[in-house]
């Protein structure tokens, strides 16, 4: 899908700055910090440039996603809190003119949650923990 050497857009929605505090049950330990730690190693493995931002205001996710051009070759998105709606970020990355991939931590499906993105993104990869980021990169790269 995406050259190995392009930048790679993480986004991380709504809550993600609680990760590790909140639902450990549910989403593990891990800080948002140490994923990007970790998201960052699986990019230089394939050969990626990788850059990340994180709101928890609709609009803002929204305007970001609206302002890539040719510098982001491709995103992976983590809904996290606008997983099940979120009309104005829904309808940005519909606009992208690149791949955009949906990554959970866990399986939202297994908890009973329906995600609204599906349906616009190139690929989702869920339930794998960090690594879901892994994958999703490794789709990229293909």
Known sequence: ???PLATV???HGAGMEKRGLEA??????????????????YATEAGFDVTF?????ETV???RLSQ?????????INPAGYLSGAPKIIAAVQALRCA??????????????????AAC?????????????????MGLAA
């Open 1 to 3: 899908m995406v050259k």
């Open 9 to 11: 857009l993480v986004v």
């Open 24 to 41: 450990i049950e549910i989403f593990g330990s891990m800080k948002l910090g140490e994923y990007e730690e970790a998201i960052r190693g």
């Open 53 to 57: 931002f994180h709101s928890n205001d």
């Open 61 to 63: 996710v929204a305007d």
């Open 68 to 76: 890539i051009h040719d510098s982001i070759h491709a995103v992976i």
């Open 100 to 117: 955009c991939v949906e990554v959970h931590i866990s399986n939202p499906a297994a908890r009973g949650i329906a995600s609204s993105f």
């Open 121 to 137: 993104c190139s690929g989702s990869v869920t339930g794998f923990g960090i690594r879901s980021y892994e994958l999703a990169l």
